[in-house]
């Protein structure tokens, strides 16, 4: 266990309803990522929170967004769902010490979001 | 897309057996890191390697680095059927980034 804890588990939404998804870090982790996983793909970055402010973004669009609370909980939003956004979501806090510059991560264990 | 790449995708091997999977990177890095995932769920860091490293252990795993040849590692000696899972390499090249590969699924037999 890792102290990550993310929810819901499992998500069932239709194609341009809107989503939100919440992680909770791991105790003195002031630094959260979120990832999407497709089926037989390794994890892909979407951005990264750091002392609530968004630390960086991968190449995705505008639609998906974020938030990093005082109490280093985090939420994904995600916007006028597509068919593509059907994923594994994780999110993965990393302590103070790693300030955010890619030290190891502690992974939530993921909520599953299905798009119909 | 991914910019790691890990190789074999799929590995199966009785119980016992040594497991090698082998990750490669096209840019220079600041550290490498193993994760393995059972069945879709959350990923479990294994080990961290700087880039000034060429080597670590832990238990059963060790890790190796070639910085020149832009490749590491991952040997699992005596696999267990509690080994199975996939295992992915990530690389980070000292930003806030962290660039993850496809993955080698490995299957361990009893």
């Known amino acids: 266990e890792t102290g990550v804890t993310q929810s819901p588990t499992h998500l069932i939404k239709t194609r341009g309803q809107q989503v939100t998804l919440r992680c909770s870090s791991q105790s003195g982790h002031n630094t959260v990522s979120w990832y999407q996983q497709a089926l037989g793909q390794g994890p892909q970055f979407i951005f990264q929170?750091?002392?609530?402010?968004?630390?960086g973004r991968g190449n995705f669009p505008p639609r998906f967004s974020g938030l990093q609370f005082p109490n280093y909980s985090s939420e994904l939003n995600v916007n006028a769902l597509e068919l593509d956004d059907s994923a594994l979501y994780l999110c993965a806090s990393s302590p103070e010490i790693a300030g955010g510059k890619g030290d190891t991560q502690y992974f939530g264990p993921g909520t599953r979001l299905t798009v119909l | 897309s991914q910019q790691g790449e890990e190789d074999p995708q799929a590995l199966s091997i009785q119980e016992g057996e040594n497991a090698t999977m082998n990750c490669s990177y096209k840019?220079?890095?600041?550290?490498l890191q193993w994760y393995r995932q059972n069945s879709g769920r959350g990923l479990v860091h294994l080990i961290l390697?700087?880039?000034?490293?060429r080597e670590k252990h832990s238990g059963r795993l060790r890790v190796t680095l070639d910085t020149s040849k832009k490749s590491s590692s991952l040997l699992i000696t005596a696999s267990r059927a509690a080994d199975t899972a996939s295992y992915f390499c990530?690389?980070?090249?000292?930003?806030?980034?962290?660039?993850f590969g496809a993955g080698t699924r490995l299957f361990v037999k009893a």
């Open positions: 840019t220079s890095i600041n550290n």
């Open positions: 929170y750091y002392r609530e402010e968004e630390n």
């Open positions: 990530a690389r980070n090249t000292g930003g806030f980034k962290t660039i």
């Open positions: 390697i700087r880039s000034n490293e």
